[in-house]
């Protein structure tokens, strides 16, 4: 298959789609709470809120539609949150699966890693189902990290559930390596939620070459 498509900053009108890629990325992840139609709502409600896509690109198709997208953060470059989120959560999930989602995050996750000033740190890689193995996770890695050079870091982090085992090869071949385990208090306890790996590369000028995948495969 040799569909192109191209990387680039995503945009208002792509949160729907937005909020499909997340759920289908990740939607188990979160006890089923995202897997309804009140889970997608709420998302790409958020992913609408001005300032919540700073640093997301996605890969488009000919349409220019996102077949993926991953997200950059550094201690300048950072969504934009506010109360907005919470009250739309609120709306969208009533108060009881609200508060279970609150509970569950944190419960189960790490306290969110604290970047250095040098140091990027790349989230929500998704690739939908039917454009994966295409090298398509692969080129938006590179497209963020030459960003992150162009914004002078020198470091590039990120984190996976150690169970992941396609991400792991993904930023494994990619130059990541394991900087530490992060666990949240269900982890800590042993009680079957894995570990979250921190991996992490340095950056060099080598990564401005272009990207091996910007030709589809
Ligand atoms: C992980 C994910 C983003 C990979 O996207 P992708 O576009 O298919 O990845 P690429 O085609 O760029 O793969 C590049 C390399 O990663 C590794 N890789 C990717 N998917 C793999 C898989 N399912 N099994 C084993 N290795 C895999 C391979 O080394 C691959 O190179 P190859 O195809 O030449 O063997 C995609 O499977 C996905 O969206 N998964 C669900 C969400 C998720 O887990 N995101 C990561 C969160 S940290």
Sequence with gaps: MTEPYRIRQARTTDSAVIAALLVE??????????????????????????????????????????????????????PTTNWQEESIQLEELGIARAFWLELRADLTEPSNYQLRP?????????VTASWRRRGVAEALLQVLQ????????RRIALEVVATNSAALRLYESHGYTLVRHRR???????????????LARPLTNEVHSPPPSAAPR
Excluded: C
């Excluded at 040098?118 to 998704?126: K, R």
């Excluded at 030459?146 to 870091?153: F, L, T």
């Excluded at 208090?185 to 939620?193: H, T």
């Design 118 to 126: 040098d140091e990027a740190f790349v989230y929500s890689v998704v």
């Design 184 to 198: 949240g208090l269900l982890s800590l306890l042993r009680l079957g939620v894995p570990p979250r790996l921190l």
């Design 146 to 153: 030459q960003e992150a050079w162009s914004r002078g870091k």
């Design 25 to 78: 990325g990740f939607g188990h992840d979160y006890g089923g709470a995202l897997l309804g139609k009140a889970g997608q709502r709420m998302l790409e409600r958020i992913h609408a809120l001005p300032g919540r896509l700073n640093g997301m690109f996605v890969a488009a198709d000919t349409t220019d539609r996102p077949v993926g997208m991953a997200g950059l953060r550094t201690t300048e470059l950072r």
